[in-house]
């Protein structure tokens, strides 16, 4: 099993055995964080190798030219983007099937998606960008959670997938994951509250297994966070010399 250590610029590409599964991540990337909770949601045998996104080894470039994770690799087949990843998986592992059936519920939750997408871009905005520029971004960061919750409550359940978690919950989380831990460290403009329906969702979203087996440290993703601000991403905190 490779290590959980990041590999870097000038490292060897480790072994990959015929007919594994292996995932190219990094320990704290919501993206990737999303492909792990499907794998595990769908008990998929696979093994991870961690990547730094900083000085990207240069045998995972010929393997992805974005140099993005999460990326899938079985024999001679690679597999990259997120809601992508995902998607394969579920296609190819259908046990457990996270994707409803019905054409119309497919369309709209990656209308969802989108909505979301934005979101993403204007917490990281909101959360970079100087005091002056705040107000914009959390109003857009208002308008879109009101989307969010708008869609869940009409799922009519606790999850969006209605009564039982499905891939858009998998897909939305690892964002809220993060906010939850922000949230009791650093004072952010906007509550949960709010949203008496996402509320409960973050709050339903630890019963499930996967989540449970994919959780971040908070304390480390904090620590990490730290040093990705300074502008050096520390993809290994945490980590002993033999993990």
């Known amino acids: 099993m490779p290590t959980q250590q990041s590999f870097a610029t000038g490292s060897a590409c480790p072994d990959l055995e015929g007919g ?15 492909a792990l909770l499907v794998l595990t949601h769908k008990n998929i045998p696979h093994e991870v190798v ?6 990207k080894p240069e045998w995972f470039l010929q393997k992805n030219p974005l140099g993005r994770v999460p990326t899938l690799e079985k ?9 992508i990843c995902c998607d394969y998986l579920d296609q190819v592992y259908p046990d457990n099937k996270l994707t409803p059936d019905d054409p119309y519920r497919q369309a709209r939750d990656k209308m969802t998606v989108e909505v979301f997408s934005q979101f993403v871009s204007d ?33 009519q359940g606790a999850y969006f997938g209605g009564n039982a978690v499905q891939m858009l919950d998998f897909l939305l989380w690892p964002w809220f994951e993060r906010i939850l831990i922000f949230a009791k460290v650093v004072p952010l403009t906007f509550s949960l509250e709010d949203y008496p329906a996402l509320c409960e969702w973050t709050k339903k979203m630890p019963e499930c297994p996967a989540v449970q087996k994919c959780r971040l440290d908070p304390q480390q993703f904090l620590e990490f966070y730290k040093s990705t601000k300074a502008g050096a991403p520390d993809y290994d905190v945490g980590l002993g010399k033999d993990s």
Do not use: G, H, W
């Open 20 to 34: 594994t599964l292996r995932v190219y991540s990094m320990r704290f990337c919501p993206y990737a964080q999303r």
């Open 75 to 83: 024999d001679d087949r690679i597999v990259y983007e997120s809601a």
């Open 50 to 55: 961690n990547i730094n996104l900083k000085n």
């Open 123 to 155: 917490f990281q905005k909101m959360m970079s960008s100087p005091p002056q520029e705040k107000p914009e971004s959390l109003q857009k960061i208002k308008n879109n959670l009101s989307e969010l919750e708008s869609s869940l409550t009409a799922r």
